[in-house]
């Protein structure tokens, strides 16, 4: 029996008696105090016990999800820019840039690197990074946080894959997708997306997202979505490009790594499509940002520029 079909036949289980427990309450019975329960509102109350459902996709926590680690998930051989951790931006190497910046976030606990190179642990270790060992076998950047999870000492509720090709990653918004997700118990996943740039529309490196009015991701493409009949950029339309920040529920991370690759997943190349494909719900935030991720080396020029015009050192 996989993982996945073992925690689906137990939620099953848990729904059963908390519908058993509401009939004796309705006929006038005493509650015995049934030791999980399915969360009807958004905030779970402190000291409550852990309950936790997932059906079929469907997943209902009442957890106090308040203990959260920053994974900064790294590699070193990159298809479109080898050793792009390392590369250096105004001095520092990329990665060092985006550590001191989740070090600035007041919603995480602690902040790793998570990478399965050792210059990249090196250089890591010398501005003083902790770093855990992860295997080359990750598929991405999900799967290394996975592992580095399980080797942690201490345990977390919540995870933050923070990319570290975001030198410049706000710390606020890394709060925000830690507080959206504390406050949506049927979501495993939360993510950010800011306004899309009309130069990166036809982007394929730049990941657009469309999101529903309630703030739960729809899908997300290397494409221009949505794409209207004329062919053209709209102008007028409020395109949204993702940021290369997410972070999931901690005990999702094992159901994530049982899923198979899924056909929508393989085909974009983005890993949050396997969480939508699979019917699992994503909580979205908006924000004002200008997002200058490293992509290619060419990249590493233009964010000097900016970082220059800014005075930012």
């Not at 001095?91 to 050792?118: F, H, N, Y």
């Not at 399980?150 to 509720?157: N, P, Q």
């Amino acid at each position: 029996m996989t993982l996945a079909h073992a925690e689906r036949r137990t939620a099953a289980k848990h729904i059963h008696s908390e519908r058993e427990r509401e009939r004796e309450m309705a006929n006038g019975g005493e509650d015995r105090g049934t030791p999980l329960k399915m969360l009807t509102t958004a905030v779970a109350v402190a000291g409550c016990g852990i309950a936790t459902a997932m059906v079929a996709g469907k997943y209902f926590t009442s957890r106090v999800r308040s203990r959260v680690v920053g994974i900064i998930p790294a590699r070193y051989a990159s298809s479109r820019f080898p050793g792009k951790p390392l590369a250096l931006i105004i001095g520092k190497p990329m990665i060092q840039r985006t550590w001191e910046q989740a070090k600035l976030a007041t919603s995480l606990d602690a902040v790793v690197v998570a990478t399965d190179d050792d210059r990249i642990a090196e250089s890591c270790r010398r501005f003083g990074a902790d770093v855990v060992m992860t295997s080359e076998s990750c598929l991405n950047g999900t799967e290394r946080c996975q592992e580095a999870l399980k080797k942690l000492k201490k345990r977390y509720d919540l995870v933050v894959n923070i990319q570290g090709d975001e030198p410049l990653i706000d710390p606020e918004i890394i709060n925000g997708v830690v507080k959206i997700l504390q406050a949506a118990p049927d979501a495993v996943f939360s993510t950010a997306v800011t306004a899309l740039q009309p130069e990166d529309a036809m982007n394929p490196n730049r990941v657009k997202c469309v999101v529903s009015r309630k703030g739960y991701a729809i899908y997300f493409s290397r494409g221009l979505i949505p794409f209207n009949k004329s062919g053209k950029v709209n102008p007028d339309f409020p395109y949204l490009l993702h940021l290369g920040i997410q972070c999931y529920d901690a005990k999702f991370l094992d159901v994530y790594t049982s899923l198979p690759s899924s056909p929508l997943q393989l085909e974009e190349d983005l890993e949050q499509l396997k969480v939508l494909e699979n019917g699992y719900k994503m909580k979205v935030i908006k924000v004002n940002h200008e997002a200058h991720g490293v992509d290619a080396p060419e990249d590493v020029e233009k964010i000097e520029a900016f970082m220059k015009e800014r005075n930012i050192d």
